[in-house]
């Protein structure tokens, strides 16, 4: 049976999350901003043990929706099919699902399963293919000799330098937080949700032991500030902002560090730190530098199963295709001439 999960249900919803982004508190976030969240359960007899939850995003200027699906399962074809009759109702195109599955022969046999008769093809990726996993298992002593020897001695460097690491959530620091994102993101060419987006987003999953905001600081200045996700045993790093003057310093590295050790009293087994754009990135992508930082501390580099669209109408679903191609062009040549 697949319904509609309630309110006193999301414990057992969110221990069923393979991501924060699948997690109850995520969903209140989104419809903070003002999107609309869909929540079903499959069940056996009283029991939750499957779950979906999709956001719907509205196509300016016309009468049709488009659903998001991030980071959950690969879902069961019966999960498939009650997705699809939710985003009917709603007039939408399509579902984009990008599953926190690594690919694998049992993770593409299982979407090959119901792919075909579901009108399930290869979409463009929100999110990024691969993404870097640390082992939290192993001992501080493992982790330490499991870094790459510059990142080591950066490490320490810092340590060297009094650099203080502190976690931080109190409003003071979400300004310091928010000031070197848009100093990252302007010096970097990155786009970023806004000011209001990211404080809803804090606002809501740190009260429910989610989000950590962790600062770094030397000699009184602020160096770098990240936000961390904790679920279900996991840790994520999706959001980090330095400055300039970090270069010198390296806050940023003791800051990772910190943070490992913090997962592990926190008994995360696992640190997933957020995109790579993959095995040996160009020089010049705008990605590389994150790349070689995460890379530095031994961590593994994954790949997942990949993004696919869940077809619902497809007399509409190509010229819509079509149509964000064009769009991703566009943003593409507005970032070369800004």
């Known amino acids: ?53 999709v ?9 049709f929706s488009i659903g998001y699906w991030p980071k959950g399962v690969v879902p069961s074809k019966v999960m498939v099919e009650a997705v699809k009759k939710e985003l009917q109702k709603r007039r939408a195109i399509m579902v984009k699902l990008e599953p926190n599955e ?31 996993w640390l082992d939290l298992t192993k001992s501080e002593a493992e982790l330490l000799s499991g870094m790459k020897q510059k990142t080591r001695y950066n490490t320490r460097l810092a ?8 976690e931080d959530n109190s409003p003071e620091a979400f300004e310091e937080y928010w000031k070197l994102t848009e100093e990252t993101t302007k010096r970097q060419g990155f786009y970023a949700h806004t000011k209001k987006y990211h404080q809803l987003m804090f606002n809501t999953l740190q009260p429910m032991g989610i989000a950590h905001l962790f600062v770094a600081k030397h000699e009184e200045r602020t160096l770098a500030t990240w936000i961390i996700f904790v679920l279900n045993g996991i840790m994520y790093y999706p959001y980090g ?4 003057d970090d270069r010198n310093v390296f806050g940023s590295n003791l800051l990772m560090w910190e943070v490992i050790k913090f997962g592990k009293r926190n008994g995360c ?30 961590a593994k580099l994954v790949e997942f199963v990949g993004t696919y669209d869940l077809v619902i109408n497809p007399l509409l679903y190509w010229p819509y295709r079509a149509g964000e191609e064009v769009r991703w062009v566009l943003l593409r040549l507005l970032r070369k001439i800004s």
């Open 1 to 53: 049976m697949i319904k509609e999960v309630r309110f006193r249900e999301r414990r057992s919803f969110d221990k069923l999350a393979a991501h924060p982004l699948q997690s109850w508190a995520w969903g209140e976030f989104r419809e903070k901003t003002g999107v609309a969240v869909i929540r079903l359960g499959r069940y056996q007899k009283s029991r939750l043990v499957e779950t979906a939850q």
């Open 55 to 63: 956001t719907i995003h509205p196509i300016p200027h016309l009468p």
């Open 102 to 132: 690594i690919k694998n022969q049992e993770t593409q046999e299982a979407i090959k399963k119901f792919g075909g008769r579901t009108g399930l093809i290869g979409g463009r990726s929100l999110f990024t293919r691969w993404s870097f």
């Open 159 to 166: 340590e060297k330098k009094k650099v203080v690491i502190t």
């Open 241 to 244: 902002a330095s400055t300039r």
């Open 269 to 298: 087994g696992l640190f997933d730190m957020w995109g790579s754009p993959g095995p040996s990135p160009r020089p010049s992508d705008p990605w590389a530098g994150f790349h070689r930082f995460k890379e530095g501390y031994g």
